[in-house]
């Protein structure tokens, strides 16, 4: 008989399953809704939730940071600065470059968009490790593989992290001045490949320990950990999808308006211009 270990992240009482639900919504509004207010809520929503998060903000701050301000300086020189229609309306120029309401506009849209999908992925992410994934897609009704492979997959972004941090240590007790950039960037192919062979040999172990133990025996294994699962969050697992589809169906055929990028630009930008 195997036995259950209570949920370690006691400190939220959000199921697996419903954050799986919310992320999914969240990303629906954000590609379905073409008007930066939907993904700009979002993100604020993220943030406030990352606040409240037992991993706290300013891990899910550095995370949202690094992976969306490079897409922020990149679509806001291409075009922000450099949008190729000739008939575009110019707020500034300066020489060859020029800002303009398109550009902005499209700039700001994607931006917010990418920005908006990181944090509530980093949110999620953050705080939901190998073991709550399985769980949550489970009960979701997810297929026991698919279920398995993700969690697994989730499971290899720490172990590939501590295995990194150890074999640059062992380097550095060697005599290896792996401070300096240049020399972790030499490093990292000799390391990358033995963590990717101690990653795979590992996974396969754990698969042929699972088997043996009866894992997929059984159509509905028991949950990895104890967590609650209220009658209101099953509700919102439901309701949450349907107000979803509701919202962007209502934006599409425009009973829903919300003001475009553009609008919200030439609004701010017309007085200056």
């Known amino acids: 008989m195997t036995s259950r270990r209570p949920d370690r992240d006691a400190d939220s009482n959000l199921h697996p399953a419903t954050g799986f639900v919310l992320l999914f919504c969240a990303l629906v509004l954000i590609y379905g809704i073409s008007s930066p207010v939907v993904p700009l ?6 943030a406030v939730g990352a606040v409240r998060s037992p991993t706290g903000f300013r891990r899910w701050a550095a995370t949202w940071a690094v992976l969306s301000v490079p ?3 990149m679509v806001g020189i291409v075009q922000g600065l450099f949008y190729p229609d000739a008939s575009a309306t110019v707020l500034h120029r300066w020489g060859p470059a020029a800002v303009t309401v398109e550009g902005l506009a499209i700039a700001v849209q994607l931006w917010l968009r990418v920005a908006a999908m990181v944090a509530a992925c980093a949110l999620f992410a953050l705080g939901t490790d190998s073991a709550r ?3 949550g897609m489970r009960r979701l009704r997810v297929p026991l593989g698919i279920s398995y492979v993700c969690a697994t997959a989730m499971s290899l972004a720490p172990l590939v992290r501590d295995r990194t941090r150890h074999a640059l240590e062992a380097r550095a007790a060697r005599g290896w001045e792996t401070n300096r950039l240049r020399i972790r960037v030499a ?15 590992q996974l396969d172990q754990r698969h042929d320990t699972l088997t043996q133990r009866g894992f997929g025996a059984t159509a509905r294994p028991a949950p990895l950990q104890d967590r609650a699962d209220p009658m209101g969050q099953r509700a919102l697992r439901w309701a949450a999808p349907v107000c979803t589809v509701a919202v962007v169906a209502a934006s599409l055929s425009g009973v829903l308006t919300l003001p475009s990028a553009s609008e919200v630009i030439a609004m701010w930008g017309g007085p200056g211009g």
């Open 41 to 46: 809520i979002v993100l604020l929503a993220s």
């Open 71 to 73: 897409m922020l300086v």
């Open 133 to 135: 994934a399985f769980d």
């Open 187 to 201: 490093l990292m192919p000799g390391i990358i490949g033995g963590l990717l062979t101690t990653a795979l040999v």
